[in-house]
């Protein structure tokens, strides 16, 4: 199987833009999760989604937003964007929702805001 | 909230050699899953092994496995016969019974480092 692809893979924006970001999952997998990794604050959960609802948020502003398709493909949205939004974003894919079933993550796409 | 604390933000061993990583973390729960993750330059995000709570036997997955201290909340790697591939962050992951609101926690990260 296929693994879990994000695109972009590298962009650099200015701030006050915002930005959108892809992840596609592994084939059959039904949940997404976006994780967000810098130098300062390690790894942190932005959300998680499932069957196209939302299921958990992390503690981001609302300026983070995400969206799930039907065909579990997952978006988010980063707007009005700041210096500190500069990160790592990683998506990872699971089965479902169940704490046993494990995450698989893509390759990120990292973010510069100027 | 759950918490996952590695102590040990760098280690390096020799080619060959065995290295044990640490982890600890803090939970009410009694049912739950660990996990090991490793990130290379790359920083693709990789699953190394994982371990479910209710298992007294530590998970084991060629030359990765683990010490699981459940009454002590601590989650070991030892990676045997360490080899340059191995060079990369590692870091160790929490994951509630339902899957938790949390998403997965992880701790701060220990950079391998491999000498040859």
């Known amino acids: 199987k296929a693994g879990v692809t994000q695109t972009p893979r590298y962009l650099i924006k200015t701030r006050g833009q915002q930005v959108t970001l892809s992840c596609s999952p592994i084939?059959?997998?039904?949940?997404v999760s976006w994780y967000q990794q810098t130098p300062g604050q390690g790894l942190q959960f932005l959300f998680e989604y499932f069957s196209e609802t939302q299921r958990n948020k992390g503690n981001f502003p609302g300026r983070f937003s995400g969206r799930q398709f039907s065909n579990s493909r997952s978006e988010m949205n980063v707007s009005t964007l700041e210096l500190g939004d500069s990160a790592l974003y990683l998506c990872?894919?699971?089965?479902?929702?169940?704490?046993?079933?494990?995450?698989?993550f893509g390759p990120g796409t990292r973010l510069t805001v100027l | 909230a759950q918490t996952v604390t590695q102590s040990q933000p760098e280690m390096s061993v020799q080619e060959a050699e065995t290295v044990t990583l640490s982890c600890t973390y803090d939970?009410?729960?009694?049912?739950?899953?660990l996990f090991w993750y490793k990130q290379p330059p790359s920083r693709q995000m990789i699953l190394v092994i994982r371990?479910?709570?209710?298992?007294?036997q530590n998970a084991t997955e060629n030359r990765f496995s683990v010490n699981f201290q459940k009454a002590a909340k601590s989650f070991s790697l030892k990676i045997s016969d360490s080899q340059l591939g191995d060079a990369a962050m590692y870091f160790c992951a929490y994951r509630g019974p339902g899957g938790g609101a949390d998403g997965l926690t992880f701790g701060k990260g220990t950079h391998l480092i491999i000498q040859p």
């Open positions: 084939s059959g997998h039904r949940s």
């Open positions: 939970t009410s729960e009694s049912d739950y899953y």
């Open positions: 371990q479910e709570a209710y298992k007294q």
């Open positions: 990872a894919s699971s089965p479902g929702l169940a704490g046993s079933d494990t995450q698989y």
